[in-house]
Structures are given as C-alpha cells and as structure tokens.
T-cell receptor
C-alpha cells in the first residue's frame, strides 16, 4: 500500500521549453502532495506543498511562476517547469501524505523521482 | 535546508557488521522523526520513525535512538548487508506535515 508513481522517470528537453511531471498516489487519496528537488550528492530540498483544490505554498526562493503546481484531484499533482534552462536540471521527487494511507499522520510516501536534463 | 558541498559523509562497513548512522537535527520543537533510505536514482524509502515522547524504537534489523537533550538521532542497522548500501537521510517534522531533511550519509557495505 501507499504507492506513489511519477511520470516520466526521465526527460531531456531543449532550453526554453516547458516540461510537465506527474505525481500520482495509486492506492490512496493524498490530501497533500510535496515537491522536492535534489541535486547530485545533496539532500532533498522542499520546493512547494500542494493541497487538493487550493493553491500551492512555495518555499522561499522558489519561483511560483517558473514551477507551476496543480493538484487537481486527490490522486494527481503536476509540476510544470516553464521555460526550462540548464540550471533547472535536477532530480525532482514528489511525495504524498494522507492519514488514510496508513502509518503515522505525518508520514510522507515518495515517488521514484524524475530526472530532468535541460540542454 | 542548508545542504552544501558535493561530498556526502560516507560510512564504510563490512558485510555482517553493525552500522550506526548519526544525524543532528536543528529544531527543538520537532516532534516526529523519520529515517529514509535512498538508492541511486530512486526516491526515498521509509525505514523507521519515532516520536519525541520516545527515545528508542526497534524495527526489523533497525533501531532508531533519539536524544532530545542534544538533538541527536541515530539509526542502527544490525548485520549490515550489501543491499543496505544507499544514502540514508533523517528527516524531522516540526508541524504542518512538512519534513526537513538532513544532509544524508552514504553507507557502503563491502561483501
């Protein structure tokens, strides 16, 4: 139980294009989803928190117009990297949280990540 | 998050040894802590958690110890196996369901 998927698992795009990453909770309804970014040999950095049906809350320093987050349903959140540039190349990971997923109320279940390479 | 630098602390052990991975957390108000395992190219995987009203919790081959006085968390892995090789992160929850991750420790297990 508590499986989270991401699509695509990796993507290569040209500079200036937009890329959409999907995060799905497969066997539970996620009231909250989180988006993280991870650079090589570094820790996970929280980018934003999204609740179904409301606007995402962005961490300080994360541009909301560049990283568009939509949480349209209780099982799907999307992250769109707009006008991607090489410095946006990173490993993007989502997680989902819900009391109904089992475990402790605060437990986050992570997706497998999406590796983005912007040329 | 304050991760800096490109070199993760590394712990190298022999197969069968016990491993201890340490983590210092920053927020004395944090009341919930989790250890995650991350294999290369994959998302973090939940290992074990502990609440601040406990100082020890055991799972299968893993034990988490919490010392609130010095804000220190440790993960003990018994009889370490090559499949345990990964990066291990501690994470703290200080409210609002958000987690703050530590810098991570790479565990290398030699057969």
């Amino acid at each position: 139980g508590a499986v989270v998927s991401q699509h695509p698992s990796w993507v290569i795009c040209k500079s200036g294009t937009s890329v959409k990453i999907e995060c799905r909770s497969l066997d539970f309804q996620a009231t909250t989803m989180f988006w993280y970014r991870q650079f090589p040999k570094q820790s996970l950095m929280l980018m934003a928190t999204s609740n179904e049906g409301s606007k995402a809350t962005y961490e300080q320093g994360v541009e909301k117009d560049k990283f568009l987050i939509n949480h349209a349903s209780l099982t799907l959140s999307t992250l769109t990297v707009t006008s991607a540039h090489p410095e946006d190349s990173s490993f993007y990971i989502c997680s989902a949280h819900s009391p109904s997923a089992g475990g402790n109320q605060e437990t986050q279940y992570f997706g497998p990540g999406t590796r983005l390479l912007v040329l | 998050g304050e991760s800096v630098g490109l070199h993760l602390p590394t712990l190298s052990v022999q197969e069968g040894d016990n491993s201890i991975i340490n983590c210092a957390y920053s927020n004395s108000a944090s009341d919930y802590f989790i250890w995650y395992k991350q294999e290369s190219g994959k998302g973090p995987q939940f290992i074990i958690d502990i609440r601040s009203n406990m100082d020890k919790r055991q799972g299968q081959r893993v034990t988490v110890l919490l010392n609130k006085t010095v804000k220190h968390l440790s993960l003990q892995i018994a009889a370490t196996q090559p499949g345990d090789s990964a990066v291990y992160f501690c994470a703290e929850n200080s409210g609002y369901s958000t987690l703050t991750f530590g810098k991570g420790t790479m565990l290398l297990v030699s057969p």
